[in-house]
């Protein structure tokens, strides 16, 4: 029988209201096991309501007793990651490693919001001018929201809201339609942590429910993570309407391989940043840029039956290396691009697709792909493809690699391989990018530092997690204090006395 998904409104999981339901499909088997409520207007502003009647109550609450929330959440989400995991794989497709992954991921950022009563102390200055002192403290906005996408529904919503309530803001979260089984587990265990009712709020749908969210003027801040076209429409929706947001958006990887990298090492970094959850993370790398020919030759000719041998199949085979794309569109749009590639003159080195697994024909499987020979013009180095799609592009030189990923209208991660410390170092500091690896190819912070890229990778001033998710979520208070002297007066060996009182 087919699930019907709630939203969870003030403390309790509710159904939908709207009579708009969505498929929710396991992408290994094609088939749909679970419907998801689309909400209207009416039910997020219900949301909305029941986090702004909480937040005076949880914004008073004292930082370490949010804490306390925090670190019972990360026991619970320890206890039942086996499950969450489950749900994850069942509704995304990637393995259950890849889901387990996510999910520490996010428990990372948990444990930096458990430290939340250190983070929020302000700065004091003593006798700014007589008898006067300054200090400085951070408060909470109020309601906030969030909208996540498909491809990581345990870690992006994690990126946003333990540190949003750590804070004392109140939340509304509207993750995707597409995998939303596991995201609404988290908000249950939340609950079960202790986190009063109210404080955290989710609601299922597309366009209605975010547009709402957008224009509703009790929401004082968006956080959005997905594509470009949608992120800049956030972005420019929230602002008019007077938000602070932070939308981050979509990426197109750069690694560039020089000439004295260790190529074996380089090579496994390739196979886990291109393929790893096939290809659908926003720190893919989706473009090799090999400095040399030799160079380029070398890749080529290890990656080749690399590619070949991965295993692609459901996330219920313990060996698995890589599973479906999330949606039968995104299969199609992906096999699409393949084929701009063969047509616009770049080499395809492995071919992924016409993948036909037994007993998942109708599963949105594609195996690992290769291009050699890709140059900048082509649409399938300019464009996102979010799936198992490599492509390598020759340069001549560092400056020619290092001058394609400042070009390139996204900057989200980079990374150089090389045994060169000048080369690393350089590369570091010229390059156009938000999040830099040398000998790493996925360069994602840790929870304590901050996530976010440049140039159309992120919209906003600030990034997501550490001391920037800190800033983002509160605003900051200068007080200035003067009390007159009462020493002079004798006022404090009076009050000793006695006398005053
Ligand atoms: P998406 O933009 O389609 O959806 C993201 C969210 O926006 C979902 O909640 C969705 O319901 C909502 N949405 C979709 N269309 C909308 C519309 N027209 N109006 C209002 N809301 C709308 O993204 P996706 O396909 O779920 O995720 C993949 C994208 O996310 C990729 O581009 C990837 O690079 C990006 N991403 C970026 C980061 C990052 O940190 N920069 C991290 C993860 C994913």
Redo the contacts with the bound molecule.
Sequence with gaps: MTEQLTHFIDGARVPGTSGNFQDVFNPATGESHAQVPLASAAEVKAAIASAKAAFPAWAATAPAKRAAVMFKFRELLYAHQDEIAQLVSQEHGKTLDDAKGELGRGIEVVEFACGIPQLLKGEFSEAVATNVDTHSIRQSLGVVAG??????PTM?PM?MFPVALACGNTFVL?????DPSSTIRLVELLHEAGLPKGVMNLVN???E???EI?SNPDVKAVS????????E??YTEGCKHGKRVQA????KNHMVVLPDADMDKAVDALMGAAYGSAG?????ISVAVAVGEGTADTLIEKLTPKIQALKVAPYTDPEAEMGPV?TKE?KEKIEGYIQSGVDQGAKLVVDGRGLKLQGYENGYFLGGTLFDNVTTDMDIYKD?I?GPVLGVVRADEYETALQMVNDHEYG?GTAIFTRDGDAARDFTTRVQAGMVGVNVPIPVPVAYHS???WKR??FGDHD?HGMEGVRFYTKLKAVTTRWPSGMKEGALFHFKAGKDH
């Design positions: 909208i996540t996408p498909f491809n990581f992006v990126w509207k993750p995707s339609e597409r749908g597309g366009k429910a975010v547009d957008l959005f993570v997905g594509s470009t076209a949608v992120g429409y956030i981050l958006c979509g990426a659908e993370r926003c720190m893919a999330v995104s996102e979010f989200n996530f976010g890229g990778s992120l997501i």
